[in-house]
Structure formats: C-alpha cells, structure tokens
C-alpha cells in the first residue's frame, strides 16, 4: 500500500458558516467551534480521526486568510507552510485543484483523502479501516474513489450517489462504479431514494493518487487546472501567495463533483457506515447526540431543565441555567448573547444573526 511519507490530507476549512449562531459566526465558523461540548472543536476531530493513516507533515489545511490564525491555534502540528489560503472562495474545485497541484509538486506519488473540516463521525474505527481500504484502492488504480452514507432516513438536504451494487471492482469487493450523481432531492423523492440500496448519501470525502486527480482537472476543467499548474515554479517559494492571490480569482467558482466527478469514467464509490452527519443544523446536532428522558440534547455542564421537552439547549458558558416549560425550542447562549428559538424557526436564525 501506498502509505506513510506517500500519503496526504487535504482538510477543506474555507467555509463561513454560521448555521450554529450564536456559537459560530463569520469570523470563528462552524469548523472552528466546539459544537458537541467535548472539548475538541471539529476540525480538530477531523484531524484526530486521520491520526495514525496520514503523517503530520503531510496534513494541508485550505482556507482562507481570515482564519489562518485559528487553524495554526487549533492545530499545532500541522506545517504553518502547510496552510494554504485562498483569496477567496470559489468552491471546492479551484481549492482541491491547488492543494492538488501543491502536494503534486513535492511528492508525485502521492494518495490523497480530502475531507471537509465540519462533519462528525461517531465510529471512529470503523471510518479508519474505510479510509485505509480506499487509500490503497486509489493508490493501485486510476481510480477517483467517494464515500457513500448509507442512507437512514429520507433526507432532503444531502446529495445522492446511485451506484451499480451489480458487480463490485475484482480489486476490492467493497467499491462499486458510480452511476450518477444526483442533486438534493424533494422528500418524496427522498423517501423513494431510501427504498434502494443502491442509492446512497454523497459525504463530499474523496481518495485519489495525486497522479489521477490532476490529470482529471487537465481533461476536465483545463481552464482551472492551467492556473494552478502555471504556478509550479512558485510553490513553496516566498512568491507563492503573491501569486496565488492574483489569479486564484481568475478561477470559475464550481464544486469538483459538478467540474470533474460527473464527467469522469472511472468514478467509484465505497458504501460505509461509520455514523456520518454534516451537522448542518441545530436539528441534526439533536438527532447525533445523547439526549435525555424527555428528548432535550442538553450541552453544557450547569443546565437544568423542567417540565421540558425535545429542546436543544447548548450553554457552555459556566454560569447557571435553567429551562423550564419548552417544548422543541433551541436555546443557546455564546460571548454574550442568547438565542431562544423554535426549532421548526431555525431556518430564520441567519437573519437574527446579520
């Protein structure tokens, strides 16, 4: 297997989400918050989870400028030259398309897992041995590899990957060939989606050799793949920022599945069940953690509830609080301000927040 000093993370951190306000915000997002009140935020569980499969100095964080000091602060043993920063965003093809072409420039044979910075996975192990097993299909293979969620409950708020659960690949029995991907979903169509084994949620988690990947974006998007690829004299040299920052900006804002995955013939995907959840939502955060009695997802270390029922209450502040007659609400106080809101309301947090 292809692993140690020829193995990559690529963490994606470039997102401003501010679903979880009060506790995240534009300028300390969601990745950068201790969402679940376990003393680790979630980029620093994305990095503990690849631990022992990925080598320090071969983690590489993409973000942007505004928070490089939080990625130096929350991971310490990520390279600072391993920071890379984007001038602004443009979704996810230009960043992996840089990353790609970074990593690329000093090791060529080089397996990469990129992975988003804001997700939780609860089995931990069972996501190890996954990773490991793509690692090592990808770096035997031209393979672009995804992994795809098996589906427990109609969501319309993911997208969906429809493989052929046919005919595994001979090189390993647990990758199948994608057939399309598909856009999110209403729910009635949700609900047909769950009905089939073959369908499963897209986790936005890829595994390729470095090799594969830039070759896809020459073929793919060669308009983006020329800009990063012109910049080779440059990485890792003091002009390297200068010359991002002037044509990073020159590159079409599209994500990789739209720019490559959808057009390339040798996408694969891995069925797994390792508790995934993006978290998107207060009621997600609910539905991924232990609740009490009376269904409250209770975060904090001195909150008390009374005659109280199905809430999200996350108050981790140490002063005391009481709930007392709720029934579905979110309450959740950070730096000074308080939030108490129905969760069937929690689509008008955003504007609260502005």
Known sequence: MNTGEHTHLVIMAGGIGSRFWPMSTPERPKQFVDVLGT????????????????????????????????????????P??????????????????????????????????????????????????????????AAESDAIVTLGMKPTRPETGYGYI????????????EMYRVDVFREKPDLATAEKYISKPNM??????FIWSVSTIVNAMRV???????????????????????????????????????????????????????????????RSLSENVSRDRNGNAVIGGNIQTYDTHDCVIHC????????????????AEKDNTLLICKLSEEQRIKQFSE
């Open 162 to 173: 429809q493989t052929d659960m046919t005919c595994p690949s001979a090189r390993n029995k």
């Open 220 to 282: 793919y998007a060669p308009e983006i793949n020329a800009v990063f690829e012109n910049m080779i004299s440059v990485y890792g040299t003091d002009k390297e920022q200068e010359v991002v920052n002037e044509n990073f900006p020159k590159c079409e804002s599209i994500s990789v599945d739209y720019a490559i995955l959808e057009k390339s013939d040798e996408i694969y995907c891995m069925p797994a069940a390792f508790g995934w959840s993006d978290l998107g939502t207060w």
């Open 39 to 78: 003393g680790r935020t979630f980029i620093q569980m994305t990095l503990d989870r690849f631990k022992g499969l990925i080598p320090a100095e071969n983690v590489w964080v993409v973000t942007g400028e505004i928070y490089r000091g939080l990625v130096a602060e929350q991971l310490p043993e990520v």
């Open 316 to 331: 981790s502040e140490e002063r005391k609080v009481i709930v007392q007659g709720l029934d579905k609400f979110i309450v």
């Open 80 to 137: 600072a030259g391993n920071i890379l920063l984007e001038p602004c965003r443009r979704n996810t093809a230009p960043c992996i398309a840089y990353a790609s072409w970074r990593i690329k420039t000093i090791d060529s044979k080089a397996t990469v897992v990129v992975s988003p910075s804001d997700h939780l996975v609860l089995d931990v192990t069972e996501f190890r041995r996954v990773i490991k097993s793509a690692l090592e299909f």
């Open 200 to 205: 499963l949620w897209n986790a936005g988690i």
